[in-house]
Nanobody, 114 residues
Framework: QMQFVESGGGLVQPGGSLRISCAAS????????MAWYRQAPGKQREWVAS???????AYADAVKGRFTISRDNAKNTVYLQMNSLQPEDTAVYYC????????WGQGTQVTVSS
């Protein structure tokens, strides 16, 4: 059974930075391709970034150059470093196994506002 616990969200001013974390409970974490998603109010959940088991990253165009995804296999944890945050980045952020649409965690709220 998969479980994900996201943390580290908060309120930040435009242009600021935040690092969010996701502790994953699942078998063979190091072999899994992981991803971050986000859901803004009134919108569907969207893919933000992913990191393969090989550590190869990929990013949505909206965050490319500003966000960095990383993983610590020893801690079964995925991170998302978010820089140059903008109001349009406001959303609840979730992590999951790439392509999996079940077992969502509670997410972590990121609010970008002055």
């Amino acid at each position: 059974q998969m479980q994900f616990v996201e943390s580290g969200g908060g309120l930040v001013q435009p242009g600021g930075s935040l690092r969010i974390s996701c502790a994953a409970s699942l078998i063979d974490f190091s072999l899994r391709h992981m991803a971050w998603y986000r859901q803004a109010p009134g919108k569907q959940r969207e893919w933000v970034a992913s990191i393969l088991s090989s550590r190869t990253p990929a990013y949505a165009d909206a965050v490319k150059g500003r966000f960095t995804i990383s993983r610590d296999n020893a801690k079964n944890t995925v991170y998302l470093q978010m820089n140059s945050l903008q109001p349009e980045d406001t959303a609840v952020y979730y992590c999951n196994v790439l392509g999996n649409d079940r077992s969502w965690g509670q997410g972590t709220q990121v609010t970008v506002s002055s």
